[in-house]
């Protein structure tokens, strides 16, 4: 699976868009980006995911690049809730399809 | 059904006593997987079932763990002689599958383990 880099942590007043970011380089046509988060203590919890296309949900928004080699997640109006830690993980298919290859994510603190 | 359920949440052993852990994945999730995951780290892939049959070991897998999916519904995790590096998070996921990887991976909310 292609890796991932991420800033190690980042800030963001309540409120406003929380945009982080990843770069994979790497990535190989097949492979999709996807984006979990982990608060204290829980199990990671699904936000999106996408191969090409840009993609919204009712948490947040995933913005690819044209050559699919770095991605953004927008929060696009923080609580504080959305304190955690964003793991940016790209699937890979073939005989290692199926399981994720956590990195060591950014921690997100968003602040009153 | 409301996800992946794992019992128990925690568990506080002796060194040296065996461990189990079970997990429910989501109706008809046929992938199951497991990882583990340390203070401070991500979660490590440990192994993933589709239906019963296990497909996949990590090197982490050491010969005191083993995993089961014996009906391809449910799996146990087990901890044999369990020392202090075990204790940690043991997170349990399922999934569909299907022709290409946008099958999405949900987790449970992890057992915890204590050796002491």
């Known amino acids: 699976d292609a890796k991932t880099t991420q800033p190690p942590s980042m800030d963001c007043a309540e409120g406003r868009a929380a945009n982080l970011p990843c770069n994979h380089s790497t990535i190989s046509g097949n492979e999709y980006v996807y984006w979990y988060r982990q608060i204290h203590s829980q199990g990671p919890q699904y936000i999106i995911h996408g191969l090409k296309n840009n993609e919204t949900n009712e948490m947040a928004s995933l913005i690819i690049t044209e050559d699919r080699k770095s991605s953004t997640l927008i929060l696009p109006h923080a609580t504080l809730r959305d304190t955690a830690v964003y793991y940016c993980?790209?699937?890979?298919?073939?005989?290692?399809?199926?399981?994720?290859?956590f990195g060591q994510g950014t921690i997100l603190t968003v602040h009153p | 059904d409301t996800g992946v359920s794992q019992d128990p949440r925690h568990k506080i052993t002796k060194r040296g006593q065996n461990v189990t852990f079970r997990c429910d994945p989501i109706?008809?999730?046929?992938?199951l997987y497991w990882y583990r995951q340390t203070l401070g780290q991500g979660p490590e892939f440990l192994t993933y079932?589709?239906?019963?049959?296990?497909?996949?070991k990590s090197r982490l897998l050491s010969d005191r763990f083993s995993a089961e999916r014996p009906k391809g519904s449910f799996s146990t995790l087990e901890i044999q002689r369990t020392e202090q590096g075990d204790s940690a998070m043991y997170l349990c996921?399922?999934?569909?599958?299907?022709?290409?990887?946008?099958?999405?991976?949900?987790f449970g909310e992890g057992s915890w383990l204590t050796v002491v």
């Open positions: 996921a399922s999934s569909l599958t299907g022709a290409s990887s946008g099958n999405t991976i949900y």
């Open positions: 993980i790209v699937r890979g298919g073939g005989t290692s399809y199926g399981k994720l290859t």
């Open positions: 079932f589709q239906n019963e049959a296990q497909l996949e």
């Open positions: 109706s008809e999730h046929n992938r």
